[in-house]
T-cell receptor, first 116, second 115 residues
């Protein structure tokens, strides 16, 4: 079974609008961390935001926020006021707290295109 | 701001040749990782490394692969005899700790092309 599922291969948004990128996860470990990374066309992986399984509040980092719904096992990334530079491939990833020594498991990614 | 660096940015090699991909993790980080991304696909874990030994490896990381921290700053991935299917982007990452709350920071990647 997929541990991280991103069901949207591609998303389009108008500049200055908000967009939500979906991520669902599957784990039986009560301790885990969820991460979002951005991969622009240049190829590097840029860390955006983190949410821990025990965190009560949704994480926010500037224009990025994470809509964490633990019971639904979802961790959607919300980008507010989209900019042209937000066009990129976005990955959701999970680290489990067991004996996995912290490896990240990634989803398939969502390509976001921001239109002017 | 400290960052992970990787060299070379692009490596072209012939099938059957050995390649060494180099990484310099962030200086105070203790946990190191290699991932790969075949073009258009998701990022896959290869190996994690802590305290000069492999902590975990995936099924992709077979006997053709090895990792080393030769001098306390570099972290290398060696592929002994490259295959066409080894063509991918290889990312090095590091984190301060190995726990699930700690962020892994990635290098810019090395694009390996096997001909």
């Amino acid at each position: 079974a997929q541990k991280i599922t991103q069901t949207q291969p591609g998303m389009f948004v108008q500049e200055k609008e908000a967009v939500t990128l979906d991520c669902t996860y599957d784990t039986s470990d009560p301790s885990y961390g969820l991460f979002w990374y951005k991969q622009p066309s240049s190829g590097e992986m840029i860390f955006l935001i983190y949410q821990g399984s025990y965190d009560q509040q949704n994480a926010t980092e500037g224009r990025y926020s994470l809509n964490f719904q633990k019971a639904r096992k979802s961790a959607n990334l919300v980008i507010s006021a989209s900019q042209l530079g937000d066009s990129a491939l976005y990955f959701c990833a999970m680290r489990e707290g067991g004996t996995s020594y912290g490896k990240l498991t990634f989803g398939q990614g969502t390509i976001l295109t921001v239109h002017p | 701001e400290p960052e992970v660096t990787q060299t070379p940015s692009h490596q072209v090699t012939q099938m059957g040749q050995e390649v060494i991909l180099r990484c310099v993790p962030i200086s105070n980080h203790l946990y190191f990782y290699w991932y790969r991304q075949i073009l258009g696909q998701k990022v896959e874990f290869l190996v994690s490394f802590y305290n000069n030994e492999i902590s975990e490896k995936s099924e992709i990381f077979d006997d053709q692969f090895s990792v080393e921290r030769p001098d306390g700053s570099n972290f290398t991935l060696k592929i002994r005899s490259t295959k066409l299917e080894d063509s991918a982007m290889y990312f090095c990452a590091s984190s301060e700790e190995g726990g699930y709350t700690d962020t892994q920071y990635f290098g810019p990647g090395t694009r390996l092309t096997v001909l």
